[in-house]
């Protein structure tokens, strides 16, 4: 089956295809000739993931999803959760980002926090949403630099390492992208 991954990110890219394996033929919005960064108005994971695969599926007329995801830190009552990927600015950069939620996890004793990913699919224009989360905790410096975003400061519950320390089928071991597109599977084997 042709399914469009509606996303520029290419770690998401390789990180879903590593797991969905060749079974389905994901392709990118770049393969797919699509230049366009989708908006991400909305104020839940849930409503940004339903808002980027409907515009490409209206595009396209192609199978589609798309995934959003936000960390969730416990003692910032759950941000940056959908603010994630402009928490420190409209740039979007990595850095900045983690700088400022370390910044504001300065001396708490609780780092709990946890990803959560959302991912909308559409076949023949009806859609269901697949949740994955992953547990853990934020460090104090950043350790490792594979990955991207948050990977650098958050360490998985069964891990002493940081997603930044890990390699892309180490991280899949523990992420809520991989937990989130396992369902996926299943769902689309099961059709
Ligand atoms: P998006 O809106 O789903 O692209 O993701 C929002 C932000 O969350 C990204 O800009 C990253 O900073 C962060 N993020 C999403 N997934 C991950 C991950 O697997 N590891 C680390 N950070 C992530």
């Known amino acids: 089956m042709k399914l469009i991954f509606a996303t520029n990110n290419q770690h998401k890219v390789e990180e879903i295809r590593s797991i969905a394996g060749s079974a389905f033929n994901i392709i990118t919005l770049k393969e797919a000739g699509i ?3 989708i908006p991400e108005p909305h104020d839940t994971l849930e409503a940004n993931a339903s808002e980027k695969s409907s515009v490409i ?13 936000g960390l969730e830190v416990k003692v910032l009552n759950g941000e940056p959760g959908v603010k994630s990927a402009r928490y420190a600015g409209d740039n979007r950069s990595f850095d900045a980002n983690i700088a400022r939620l370390l910044s504001n996890l300065a001396g708490k004793a609780d780092r709990s926090a946890r990803f959560r990913a959302v991912i909308s699919l559409l076949i ?10 992953c547990e ?7 350790r ?7 990977d650098p400061v958050f360490i998985p519950v069964g891990s002493d390492k940081t997603f930044g320390e890990m390699d892309m089928e180490e991280k899949t071991n523990y992420s809520h992208r991989a937990r989130a597109t396992e369902k996926l599977v299943a769902f689309l084997n099961s059709l």
Not at 57 to 69: A, K
Not at 144 to 150: E, I
């Open 35 to 37: 230049d366009i960064d």
């Open 57 to 69: 599926y209206q595009m396209t007329g192609i199978n589609c999803f798309s995934e959003d995801t």
């Open 124 to 133: 023949d224009g009806k859609e269901t949403l697949f949740e994955g989360i």
């Open 136 to 142: 853990g905790k934020i460090i104090e410096e950043k």
């Open 144 to 150: 490792g630099n594979k990955g991207f975003g948050y």
